[in-house]
């Protein structure tokens, strides 16, 4: 079975602390591997999408990267402002269409 | 663009009761997924539809649950009779291809008494 698992529940950091979030996956197949951010109310909003292992891109204080087996979201000298649910997401290779099975997600705070 | 839009935003009913939530997708996309949001469970896909058509209802919990796309502006989902387990957040999302990611809306707060 398709599965997703992202660690730590949840992360609380001081300003200026770096740290990851883990997303570990075990599929047929990897078609993608994508990141999104959730605000408390709101839908989940994309941030990445990754094809294939040693590939990362990076946003702002975000930079994500991909293994055979896990994607890190590493998050570079964080504000408040980056206090969010992040979720992360695959498309198996056997998942007709484009649809996506996602993790709980990391919630993560940022204080000043 | 206005984004994906979902109504209502917040809905409360009694239990037994038929509830309608309503979702319009970016226009030029294609594909259109409902999905549902508990703590205990996350995001769980209920269906998907690709160009008005439904590919993959595997997710939809019971017959009590039902969804349509008449056209490529206008989705519903449908749940009749609402049970206290159906409470939950609803979101729907649209893509292109899928391939740079979804839109989701901003989802709607079922809650059923």
């Known amino acids: 079975e398709d599965q997703v698992t992202q660690s730590p529940e949840a992360l609380r950091l001081q300003e200026g602390e770096s740290s990851s979030l883990n997303c570990s996956y075990t599929v047929s197949g990897l078609r993608g591997l994508f990141w999104y951010r959730q605000d408390p109310g709101k839908g989940p909003e994309f941030l990445f999408t990754l094809y294939s292992a040693g590939e990362e891109k990076e946003k702002e204080r975000l930079k994500a990267t991909l293994t055979k087996k896990e994607s890190f979201l590493h998050i570079t000298a964080p504000k408040p402002e980056d206090s969010a649910t992040y979720l992360c997401a695959v498309r198996p290779l056997n998942q007709a269409g484009t649809a996506l099975i996602f993790g709980k997600g990391t919630t993560l705070s940022v204080s000043s | 663009d206005a984004g994906v839009i979902q109504s209502p935003r917040h809905e409360v009913t009694e239990m037994g009761q038929e509830v309608t939530l309503r979702c319009k997708p970016i226009?030029?996309?294609?594909?259109l997924f409902w999905y549902r949001q508990t703590m205990m469970r996350g995001l769980e896909l209920l269906i998907y539809f690709n160009n008005n058509v439904p590919i993959d209802d595997s997710g939809m919990p019971e017959d009590r649950f039902s969804a349509k796309m008449p056209n490529a502006s206008f989705s519903t989902l449908k749940i009749q009779p609402s049970e206290p387990r159906d409470s939950a957040v609803y979101f729907c999302a649209s893509s292109f291809d899928g391939s740079y990611g979804y839109t989701f809306g901003s989802g709607t707060r079922l809650t059923v008494v």
């Open positions: 226009s030029g996309h294609n594909s």
